[in-house]
């Protein structure tokens, strides 16, 4: 079979939707290596080497190079038919305009519809274009992934899809989680980063869907004294961080992080205490199961799609209430025991969420509306 990915993400996005674009390729050509995979993506960038059975398809003539996003709604259906793709899937939203005439089956990944649930953090241009393209995606695709039932439910409730056309396919933790780190890369990544022997970790984009302030405002409560490390690129909320740090007086207990490998994000998350990850709302909620991979116990929401992502494997919290985020800090610091057996839940939850289920999941998909 040939499969054929909308693959923007895949070279431009270092987080989020671009891991799990490279995650879905990597764990598909490991497992199904007698397939062909090729990507269509407007920039190739060296944030991806790509495997044997995977090849790279980009725009070539001086207008498609200009006008990139029309290369990747109109032009590339053209490119399907003359490289014989058998299916092509979407990996993050957007589908070329008119796939669905073209007699080539397509599967379109959703991963969340935040721009619907929390249309404040999105300009006006943005909220309709993003609505816009979802669902005419959402409309051309043979079937629609949607990566829990929670963005199931939203692609039910709020774009009004048919729920016959959705299937939910959990997306896969990297592989790499599951690996131990060795005391020689520790010591390299705490001395990288000036990372003291106990810390918090947050991991995630530092915005305000992802409530870092309530972490900050829980430790204040609580008058914890341990150092708190915020992983994630900033955005605007970081003033906000800013603000409250000066006015409670724990500079000297933050250290913000970001841009770090896949190799020091795992090495951190072994070394970290405890991972906490109190979002409003999330898709799926990856750094749950990346630290639960990596034995890190875990504190997040249980609102949205984190029950699903955590399982039994995390203590969960309202995002609303910091002074509980403290309490249930403070207890996980005190209480080994506690803290063991989470860890061993977490652990035995991220091993239902390995890439070769998922790989075969997503195969027998693509070979259900191919028809093989």
């Known amino acids: 079979m040939k499969i ?17 674009s490279r995650n879905t390729i990597n764990l598909l050509a490991k497992y199904y290596p007698e397939n062909s995979y090729v990507l269509f993506a407007p920039i190739i960038t060296d944030l ?39 299916v092509f899937h979407g990996l993050s939203h957007v589908l070329p305009f008119g796939i669905n005439k073209l007699g080539i089956p397509s599967v379109l990944t959703v991963h969340d519809l935040i721009f619907l649930r929390f249309p404040n953090y999105y300009n006006k241009v943005d909220q309709i274009l993003y609505r816009s393209l979802t669902l005419s995606s959402c409309n051309h695709a043979t079937k629609i992934i949607a990566i829990s039932h929670q963005t199931k439910n939203d692609l039910i409730d709020l774009l009004g899809i048919d729920p016959e056309k959705i299937e939910v396919i959990y997306q896969s933790c990297n ?26 970790l947050s991991v995630g984009t530092i915005e305000q869907r992802k409530n870092q302030l309530a972490i900050l405002k829980g430790v204040v409560n609580e008058k914890l004294d341990i150092p708190v490390v915020i992983l994630g690129k900033p955005t605007e909320y970081k003033k906000l961080l800013d603000e409250y740090i000066l006015e409670s007086g724990i500079r000297k207990q933050l250290i913000f992080l970001h841009g770090t490998t896949t190799d020091e994000l795992q090495t951190i998350y072994q070394m970290a205490e405890i991972m906490v990850y109190p979002s409003f709302f999330e898709g799926f909620g990856l750094p749950v199961l990346e630290a639960q991979a990596s034995g890190c116990p875990v504190i997040t929401s249980n609102i949205s799609s984190l029950p699903e992502a955590g399982g039994e494997g995390a203590l969960y919290i ?13 207890k996980l610091l005190s209480n080994s025991e506690l803290k063991t057996k989470l860890i061993l839940k977490g652990k035995a939850n991220a091993l239902l969420f390995k890439d070769q289920l998922v790989a075969d999941n997503l195969m027998r998909l693509y070979r259900s509306i191919v028809g093989e």
């Open 318 to 330: 309202n995002p609303n209430d910091h002074e509980q985020i403290g309490f249930e800090i403070r």
């Open 4 to 20: 054929g990915y909308e693959a923007k993400r895949l070279f431009q996005n270092a987080s989020g939707l671009g891991n799990y």
């Open 48 to 86: 991806y080497t790509l495997p044997n059975s995977v090849k790279a398809i980009s725009p070539t003539s001086w207008f498609s190079k200009k006008a990139r996003s029309y290369w990747r709604l109109h032009k590339v259906n053209k490119l399907l038919k003359s490289n014989d793709i058998d």
């Open 175 to 200: 592989n790499q989680f599951y690996q131990k780190t060795d005391d020689i890369q520790k010591k390299a990544v705490r001395k990288k980063f000036n990372l003291p022997d106990q810390f918090i």
